[in-house]
């Protein structure tokens, strides 16, 4: 039979990363509030669908558009340790990772690192979204990345 089209799942943020270190999530989304450190960590991500494969990860975050702003402040997402994608406070960024070989169901850890050099919550960058796809085969198919951001372009 022909392998299904990877199945997309966007993370409530809230619901899915507990605080490890430093500020709570704030609403769906992470940012550092009034900290210079924070770490969030959600355990044993799965399909909702049952797919076994982890195909790519997305994500994207938001600079704060003040003149203020600490553009080095900087935000990671982590699978299992490994860094997957990393964003500073420079720009809007939509991010991309595609492993070299497909990820296994359940996701162990994934973990967020955000660091600031100020403690002034109203001028850090905020992680809006993650979007973790799933696959049956662990293959990805060029089809699977339309419509939507373009995911060809990885880190």
């Not at 198919?141 to 373009?150: H, K, S």
């Amino acid at each position: 039979r022909p392998a299904r089209p990877d199945t997309a799942t966007i993370l409530d943020l809230d619901e899915t990363f507990s605080p490890l270190k430093g500020c709570a999530p704030s609403g769906n989304w992470l940012r550092l509030g009034h900290c210079r450190e924070a770490k969030w960590k959600a355990n044993s991500i799965e399909s909702p669908t049952g797919e076994k494969y982890v195909t790519r990860i997305s994500a994207d975050t938001t600079p704060d558009n003040s003149e203020d702003r600490y553009k080095e402040d900087s935000m990671e997402v982590l699978i299992d340790g490994l860094r997957v994608l990393e964003f500073k406070n420079n720009a809007r960024k939509y991010k991309c990772y595609v492993p070299s070989a497909p990820i296994s169901t359940p996701l162990t850890t994934m973990t967020i690192k955000a660091s600031s050099k100020k403690e002034r919550g109203a001028v850090h960058m905020t992680l809006t979204q993650i979007t973790i796809y799933f696959s049956d085969d662990g293959n990805v198919d060029i089809a699977d990345f339309l419509p939507g951001p373009a995911c060809l372009v990885c880190v």
